[in-house]
């Protein structure tokens, strides 16, 4: 191994990676301390002699209560938690059929229809969502949560493809081969045998599909009008400002509140999250 | 795309000549989905489909809706680029343009180098590790949205707190206008940008890190190379390809851009920090001109093109070398 010496050690590695984690937590740490201070010492002015801006005194969960009494934060985390599940398991179907279809089948057009789907994987929503406003209204769908569990896929499906095809490849063809020896139909050799072995590859695409679509924004900003409807960013855009007026005690309680879910999630499955990301890149 | 539409179809068809002989003989439907060109097909028709109809149909919809005068509740008229010229001689819709580019320039080259160190500091071992690499994906994960109204509270005209830190610790005597100004409205963005997409580029760097063989690293250290040689001869050349890939990811993320101008400054203070994406969004849907709104979101369109082009060229160069 290289050998160093212990000042090198600090200014090249524990002082930038301390700065990298405070640079990074902060944002999160300012959002607790903002979310329980009373408003009485929230907004005080930032000259002022008594002010303890790092923490608080005089903690409280008034803004929690007022959020979940007097908004429709509890609709809108469901909301949010629906469409997510939904659309993360339409696209799990999807991809995992045309996944294997592209890994495993020769078939007319195969390169053609795997170039086509991993362009529409890097088609970015702001570029379509002027029309497909549109068409969700012809459709009758607009202000449901149709509008957003049909076209989250869009953008879920693409990239579940791409991760899941990529799993597929590296499954030796001699276990289906086996399997089908023995008398198993292709499709009962891709049902029985090769789905079974890809359940990783399947939660890494479900985790990061799942937060993808928490994270979604402006297709539901367009598709949702009434409050209950709503999903969390967007409500606690549209619902939470009055005129110029932001609360922002309840404002940092409800993205508190709408962050937690996803971050359990990812707390819990951390290295399929990873996985998922780094598969998302490999071309 | 009219192809993919064309073969999601005749498998449709396909299916329809297999479906009576099931009915008479069940054993053949099985001996049917032996043949790879229909399973194939039936494994596709669902993707197809949703893609079809939400990606493609929407896409021709959106040429014609910018070719025209559409409006809510008006069902317009064929204008011919009219909408791209009034555009492109539109100085807010200028503005917004050459935000867009700046935006996405500073916050990926940010991204890279803040990424690139971070996934070097990561690379080494030490305790905490997994925890450390857990906590730096956070801002990646939270809801963007949610994240950027904790920093839009944080450059707070009146009660931010960065303007306390830096007026206690003496840099300054005055707030600074984080938000109320053009200038600073971009950089705030762009940091705010930075913030969120480096733990990106980290992990997915040092995924690509990790690959590299520790033996390549200390031969060059006996030949003589210091930390940046071996850094600059070793190590980056090994990483362009995965280079390469995030960085085309995040300019395609970062130039379509909506969400974190629409809510850290809504394209405020007076039209100064638009991107293409929150000024199509301000047309198209808060004004209600489709057309208009349409054609300014395909300005984004040959950008992404050009992008996703030499992506492709050099993966294929790639694979021939």
């Known amino acids: 191994m290289l050998i160093e010496r212990r000042w090198k050690k600090w200014v090249y590695f524990y002082i930038p990676l301390t700065l990298f984690l405070v640079g990074t937590l902060f944002p999160f ?44 934060f509890p609709y809108w985390l469901w909301n949010t938690f629906f469409i997510a599940i939904v659309s993360t398991a339409i696209s799990l179907f999807c991809g995992l059929l045309a996944g294997y279809a592209l890994a495993r089948l020769k078939f007319p057009m195969a390169g053609m229809l795997g170039t086509s789907i991993f362009v529409t994987y890097l088609v970015p929503p702001t570029l379509l969502f002027i029309p497909l406003a549109d068409i969700i209204r012809n459709f009758q769908l607009g202000n449901t949560p149709w509008a957003l569990i049909l076209t989250y896929p869009t953008f879920l499906i693409p990239f579940c493809t791409w991760l899941l095809m990529g799993y597929f490849k590296t499954i030796p063809k001699e276990l289906e081969e086996c399997a089908r020896i023995d008398g198993a139909t292709r499709f009962g050799a891709m049902i029985r045998i090769i789905f079974p072995i890809a359940v990783p590859g399947i939660l890494s695409a479900g985790i990061f599909a799942f937060t993808l679509s928490w994270n979604e924004f402006i297709y539901a900003l367009v598709f949702l009008s009434s409050p209950e409807r709503k999903t969390v960013p967007v409500g606690v855009v549209s619902e939470m400002i009055r005129g110029d007026i932001y609360f922002w005690g309840q404002l940092m309680a409800g993205a508190l509140l709408g962050s937690i879910p996803v971050a359990l999630v990812y707390s819990f499955f951390v290295e399929y999250y990873v996985t998922g990301l780094t598969g998302s890149v490999k071309g | 795309m009219k192809k993919i539409i064309a073969g999601g179809s005749s498998n449709a068809t396909g299916l329809q000549v297999a479906l009576p002989r099931t009915h008479l003989q069940p054993r053949r439907s099985t001996r049917l989905l032996e043949s790879e060109g229909l399973l194939a097909g039936l494994l596709l028709t669902p993707t197809v489909v949703l893609l079809g109809i939400f990606i493609a149909y929407p896409f021709v919809m959106g040429v014609w809706l910018s070719l025209s005068n559409t409006s809510v509740g008006n069902p317009g008229e064929f204008v011919g680029l009219r909408n791209f010229v009034k555009a492109w001689n539109d100085s807010i819709f200028q503005t917004a343009f050459w935000n867009t580019v700046y935006y996405t320039f500073f916050a990926t080259i940010l991204k890279l180098a803040l990424g690139m160190w971070l996934a070097l500091l990561l690379n080494r071992h030490f305790r905490g590790k997994r925890i450390v690499r857990a906590s730096m994906l956070l801002p990646f994960i939270i809801p963007t949205v949610l994240s950027t109204f904790a920093w839009r509270w944080m450059f707070d005209p009146t009660f931010s707190v960065l303007n306390w830190l830096l007026y206690r610790v003496g840099f300054i005597t005055t707030k600074i206008p984080f938000l109320s100004d053009g200038d600073y409205g971009m950089w705030c963005a762009i940091v705010v940008n930075t913030w969120r997409g480096m733990p990106f580029f980290a992990i997915t760097l040092l995924a690509g890190l990790q690959t590299i063989s520790t033996d390549l690293q200390e031969a060059a250290s006996l030949d003589g190379a210091n930390g940046w040689q071996r850094f600059w001869r070793v190590t980056w050349p090994l990483l362009k390809p995965v280079t390469l890939v995030v960085v085309v990811f995040s300019i395609i993320q970062t130039f379509s851009d909506f969400q974190l101008i629409y809510v850290l400054t809504g394209g405020g203070p007076a039209n100064s920090t638009h991107l293409l994406a929150t000024y199509a969004y301000q047309v198209g849907v808060a004004t209600g001109l489709l057309g208009e709104g349409a054609a300014i979101s395909l300005f984004m369109l040959p950008v992404l093109f050009i992008v996703v082009w030499v992506q492709l060229r050099y993966l294929r160069r790639l694979e021939a070398a």
């Open chain 1, 29 to 72: 740490y300012w959002m607790v301390i903002t979310a329980i201070r009373p408003d009485s010492e929230l907004y005080r002015s930032w000259r002022a002699v008594n002010n303890t801006p790092f923490w608080t005194l005089a903690p409280t969960l008034e803004h929690f209560r007022d959020l979940l009494a007097k908004t429709t």
